[in-house]
């Protein structure tokens, strides 16, 4: 307001007064909630799209007990550690991405002391 009384002459203050007629105009075409509704679906779009690229260690251990079969004590303590690799690695990016796995493991002695 200091700006358009004080510091604008008057063909400036017409200038403006037209600009802001047409943004005026301009807002009743297209409905906000209309705008926002693709904005929220590319949102949420986009993290869906993270969610399903994150590796599970599920598929990993079906794939894993395939590559490496057998009954054997050697194969099967390879398969364990392996796994346990791969779930140690899953928790640490969830950490960063969950806050439930956060407050499960807040620090690295916890992830410690989970272990078996």
Not at 41 to 65: A, E, S
Request: aromatic share 14%.
């Amino acid at each position: 307001m200091v700006t358009y009384r004080y510091l604008l002459n008057e063909e400036q203050q017409r200038i403006f007064e037209k600009v802001i007629r047409y943004c005026g105009s301009q807002t009743e075409t297209i409905p906000m909630s209309f705008v926002l509704g693709f904005y929220v679906t590319l949102v949420v779009g986009r993290w869906w799209d993270q969610y399903k690229l994150l590796p599970w260690p599920d598929t990993l251990c079906l794939f894993l007990n395939a590559g490496i079969p057998g009954s054997d004590e050697t194969q099967r303590l390879m398969r364990r550690n392996i796994i346990r690799y791969v779930i140690l690695a899953f928790v640490i990016t969830m950490q960063r991405i969950s806050l439930r796995v956060k407050k499960r493991f807040p620090t690295w002695q916890h992830v410690v002391d989970s272990g078996k």
